[in-house]
């Protein structure tokens, strides 16, 4: 568990996929799970907060906090601080763990901000159930 200071997204950040984050050391674009002490958990992918991003954050007249501290600092859209129950301007503790295997990646889209994003998964998903469904009463009157 690490703590982190809660900033919001950017405008252009609010339906993207991914949440900025400062003081861990995995590759850029990591798939992670994001967890709270009460048990809400969220995958995504992460971006590391770095001079550009923090510049441009914390130009002035952008109506945000200014992020003071890069190593403590979340920076998550609306829909990801609502599954965590997370709120701006406040201090949590959060679990990050690496998730960057298949079945990681299938959770980032189904936990993605986007419809359009969790229906294909969703899509693809029942396409993968209904076709080894298939296969297998092609194969049952085989062995009869």
Known sequence: MARFRIYAAKIEDMNQGWVWIGGQNLPQRSIVRLSTNDGRKVYCEILSIEDNFLNDYNKQGGGRVAITDRQMALVASEWYRT????????????????????????QA?????????????QLGIWSVILAIISIILTIIPFFH
């Open 83 to 106: 599954r965590l129950g997370l709120q701006t301007k406040t201090e949590a503790e959060i679990e990050v763990s690496s998730a960057n295997c298949f079945c990681g990646q299938i």
């Open 109 to 121: 889209c189904l936990d993605h901000p986007q419809v359009v994003v969790r229906l294909a998964i």
